[in-house]
């Protein structure tokens, strides 16, 4: 479970950049940022 909380915390990092330098799509993109860094803290935090 671990580690596919990090492969999706990656993902998002990565379609937010994507985002984030193609198009501007809101507040979306920063929430999809926001939970990309929370769930590598979590990931960190847990071990």
Do not use: Q
């Not at 990565?14 to 993109?29: D, L, P, R, T, V």
Request: glycine letters at 8%; proline letters at 0%.
């Amino acid at each position: 479970m671990g580690s596919l909380l990090y492969i999706i915390a990656v993902l998002l990092i990565i379609f937010w950049a994507i985002g984030f330098f193609a198009y501007s799509a809101g507040s979306i993109i920063h929430i999809l940022l926001i939970i990309a860094v929370v769930a590598i803290l979590l990931r960190i935090i847990k071990g």
